[in-house]
């Protein structure tokens, strides 16, 4: 069965930076513009971020982590 996503609106910011993965599994990651966000060990339990991927956020709020290539192929500019 075929199926088509909603459209939706989100926010996505370039990580320029990762560091060290955490003693309780996280790790901190610097965006572009310098901001820091702190990727919990949900957030990276099956995917690593790296420099280039993106942090997302939603409209609703939800946030997550999208590799530049998914992030790239699924969203454009608004």
Not at 37 to 43: K, L, N, Q, T
Not at 44 to 59: F, S
Request: no cysteine.
């Amino acid at each position: 069965m075929k199926y088509i996503g909603n459209p939706v609106e989100v926010n996505g910011e370039i990580i320029i930076d990762v560091g060290p993965i955490l003693s309780d599994g996280s790790v901190d990651v610097t965006l572009q513009g310098g901001a820091k966000f702190h990727a919990d060990s949900g957030m990276i339990a099956r995917y690593i971020p790296k420099e280039g991927d993106y942090v997302v956020t939603q409209a609703d709020g939800y946030m997550y982590l999208n590799p530049k290539e998914v992030f790239e192929r699924k969203y454009r500019a608004a």
